[in-house]
């Protein structure tokens, strides 16, 4: 999709089951409009169903952004109507949406993650960053809050004392600090970045696509209100065993040979 420069908002490669999408607005350090996300949801939905697709890679052009935040210009003059629509479509249309896909998804963190650029990395099942990559919720010193699940991801990445103190202070944190706490799973240097989470992707996609949608299912469920996660965990298990990939892995295995899941 493209927008009024006529410029590919989201370059998209796939290449051995592994779906790349790179938002592309470097002038504006890949700053989130309402064109990127419904780019971004578009291409979220098309993955899902796409069997050629296994493992999802989102990351921002250039070596200074993965997504510097979202683009202020566009919602500055809002209404609180119009901001809850914005908010509660943006977190129905593509950051719930990442989250609960059934493929995997990885974060790779090239720069500054910052506003709905770290809602979006939080949104994704895995994040990888680069060593100057630079990470906040600065809303508050905007005059507003985090609106695209924020508050709510990232406190159950590093816990509640933490999230507030990123949150009320509006402040930037590096890569290896958001390793320490959890926000982010490993960092690298810039030049092995994208190396090192296609290695993870290629890793993950071994395994079969249906074990890891359940995986995730279950994960997820253990922080949704009124959801008991340890049944659900029950009930994906058990199901697992009707699948064409438990056959042919349990197969595999007996026969001492790699598995080749066929992924139902």
């Known amino acids: 999709m493209n927008d009024t420069n006529h410029e590919i908002l989201i370059v998209k490669t796939l290449e051995d089951g592994i779906l790349t999408l790179t938002i592309n607005r470097p002038k504006q350090l890949n700053a989130l409009n309402s064109a990127v996300i419904a780019e971004l949801s578009k291409e979220i939905d098309s993955a899902e169903k796409d069997a050629k697709v296994k493992v999802i890679v989102l990351t921002g052009s250039g070596e200074k952004a993965f997504v510097a ?7 500055a003059e809002f209404s609180p109507e119009e901001a809850k629509k914005l908010a509660s479509s943006g977190q129905t249309i593509l950051f719930n949406k990442i989250e609960t896909t059934s493929k995997p998804v990885i974060a790779a963190v090239n720069g500054f993650a910052l506003g709905g650029g770290l809602e979006l990395a939080m949104a994704a099942h895995i994040r990888i960053a680069s060593l100057n990559a630079k990470l906040g919720l600065p809303e508050v010193s905007l005059g ?8 709510q991801r990232l406190a159950q990445l590093v816990g509640k004392g933490k999230a507030i103190e990123m949150i009320i202070s509006a402040g930037m944190i590096g890569a290896e600090e ?8 490993k960092v690298v240097e810039q030049e092995i970045l994208m190396e090192t989470v296609i290695s993870l992707a290629k890793k993950i996609k071994r395994n079969a696509p249906t074990a890891l949608s359940a995986a995730i299912k279950c994960v997820l469920a253990g922080y949704v209100d009124g959801v008991d996660g340890f049944e659900v965990e029950v009930n994906e ?13 349990t197969s595999a295995f007996i026969e001492k040979r790699h598995a080749k899941f066929p992924g139902k």
């Open 69 to 75: 935040g979202a683009d202020i210009v566009e919602f």
């Open 144 to 151: 507003v809050i985090p609106g695209y699940g924020g508050t």
């Open 178 to 185: 958001g390793a320490e706490c959890g926000l982010i799973n």
């Open 237 to 249: 298990f058990s199901q697992c065993f009707g699948t064409d990939d438990f056959r042919e892995g």
